[in-house]
């Protein structure tokens, strides 16, 4: 059973935009077809896939009934009536769809598809950011699984410097039930096949994929794409610190420093 969605419009309207177009491409159903099923335009059906406009509820449970998706209308009509509860913004519309490896300009897509995870992997290289630890992760009662494993080198970094996630919140997080914080030691070596911070979103409908840099984003939901990021993981589980020696490692970073980074 999903969970509450908990986005803004912006958010809601990327999910819609990536679970209509994945759910399209695993049923090899051209925007043609699909079209001639609903009784609009092949091109009606494109400007739905890429968010440039929402479907009606009808026109939704139609479409994912005929997509083998019907299981997905409870959680995507509540992504359509968030979607339609104020006007989103469009920032990068013409070129971002999502899914399938396209780029996305934001970060909208990733919010969304936290809330929905059942587990998340993260591997921080150059940064930990407020939404690799996100707060449902967090709470005692979540079920969410986090794995979260961050270079070593990044440790005094995050307590010398002002950040959105500093060590305490690490250290809070590495005592949650439901989370697993690991440190990967200074001689480990960079993930194979990985090219910085990335993380990995997992539910009963899908797997995705995320790597970001400052400018753009790449969401991945093909098996062949994904291998890589999976191939990572596995060589970080087996060479990263174990829990408790990383929880002393990340006591003794942030006591040798003094002062915890991100307070005033």
Not at 25 to 31: D, E, S, W
Not at 230 to 258: F, P, V, W
């Amino acid at each position: 059973m999903s969970r509450a969605l908990n986005v803004d419009p912006v958010a809601a309207r990327r999910f819609l935009r990536f679970e209509l177009e994945l759910w399209c491409a695993r049923a090899r159903v051209r925007h043609a077809d699909l079209g001639a099923r609903l009784g609009v335009s092949r091109a009606s059906v494109t400007q739905m896939m890429l968010g440039k406009s929402l479907p009606s509820q009808a026109a939704l449970e139609v479409t994912l009934t005929h997509l083998g998706a019907s299981h997905r209308i409870p959680v995507l009509t509540e992504a359509l009536a968030i979607g339609r509860s104020a006007r989103a913004r469009t920032r990068g519309d013409s070129e971002s769809a999502g899914a399938c490896g396209r780029q996305v300009r934001d970060g909208e897509l990733a919010l969304a598809l936290a809330t929905q995870a059942t587990a998340i992997d993260v591997y921080a290289m150059s940064a930990v950011a407020s939404r690799d630890c996100p707060g449902l992760v967090a709470s005692d009662r979540s079920t969410v699984a986090l794995r979260l494993f961050v270079d070593q080198h990044l440790l005094a970094r995050m307590s010398e410097q002002r950040t959105r996630c500093p060590l305490s919140r690490l250290e809070d997080l590495s005592r949650r039930p439901n989370a697993s914080v690991r440190v990967v030691s200074a001689d480990a070596g960079t993930p194979v096949a990985t090219h910085g911070n990335f993380r990995v979103y997992r539910s009963e409908s899908w797997t995705v994929a995320c790597q970001e840099s400052l400018a753009i984003a790449h969401y991945f939901t093909a098996e062949v794409d994904l291998r890589p990021y999976e191939n990572a993981l596995d060589d970080l589980a087996e060479t990263a610190l174990d829990e408790r020696r990383s929880q002393e490692l990340i006591a003794a970073t942030r006591a040798s420093h003094g002062h915890e980074g991100g307070k005033t």
